[in-house]
């Protein structure tokens, strides 16, 4: 069985500082995805991310970054100079070859900007 | 908006009710994927249709709740007899492909439906 967990319930920082979202995951296929999703206030699911398992190498984009490491089972987003725009329900989740998909959400962490 | 819809947007329901939720994919999508959301959780999986067929229904709770696709667009969920702890947001996501390229499978997810069961 898959399981994420995201520690985080809420965070809560001012506008221009740095954030990092942890994610840590349990698998025992060999093969998989892992994605990040953002859930503004709106309800509605945003992709962020997906990387494979055979895929460490970290990646940046804009003021998003995510450190994947397959040694601690963890995949952490970082989102640098935070905006207000940035405060949503963030989502860490898997999927398995074979699994068709099928999305295994953490519990998320909402995350909150101050101005 | 070629996004995926999802009707209504809040439904409520009295315990025992019959319910039922409606998903319209992105044209084109095989996919099409049921979430249930209870009030600070994550998504958790219920149910995966490629075309018509139910490929994956592992996730729905119990014989109270069904889906149909009957022609592989359009999918509704339906719950019998409601109770209290059905209350959550039903989402809804469709893609591509499955498992063909990893980039046709990408999930778009629609608003959900709140429902409240009384």
């Known amino acids: 069985a898959q399981k994420v967990t995201q520690a985080q319930t809420e965070i809560s920082v001012v506008e221009k500082e740095d954030v990092t979202l942890d994610c840590v995951y349990e698998t025992r296929d060999t093969t998989y995805y892992l994605f990040w999703y953002k859930q503004p206030p709106s309800g509605e699911l945003v992709f962020l991310i997906r990387r494979n398992s055979f895929d460490e190498q970290n990646e940046i984009s804009g003021r998003y970054s995510w450190n994947f490491q397959k040694s601690t089972s963890s995949f952490n987003f970082t989102i640098t100079a935070s905006q207000v725009v940035d405060s949503a329900v963030y989502f860490c989740a898997l999927s398995v070859m074979g699994g068709a998909q099928k999305l295994v959400f953490g519990q998320g962490t909402r995350l909150t900007i101050n101005p | 908006g070629a996004g995926v819809s999802q009707t209504p947007s809040n439904k409520v329901t009295e315990k025992g009710k019959y319910v039922e939720l409606r998903c319209d994919p992105i044209s084109g999508h095989t996919a099409l994927y049921w979430y249930r959301q209870s009030l600070g959780q994550g998504p958790e999986f219920l149910i995966y249709f490629q075309g018509t067929g139910a490929a994956d229904d592992s996730g729905l709770p119990n014989d109270r709740f069904f889906a149909v696709r009957p022609e592989g667009s359009v999918s509704t969920l339906k719950i019998q007899r409601t109770e209290r702890g059905d209350s959550a947001v039903y989402l809804c996501?469709?893609?591509?492909?499955?498992?063909?390229?990893?980039?046709?499978?990408?999930?778009?997810f629609g608003p959900g439906t709140r429902l409240t069961v009384l």
């Open positions: 996501a469709s893609s591509l492909t499955v498992w063909e390229r990893i980039e046709d499978d990408e999930q778009f």
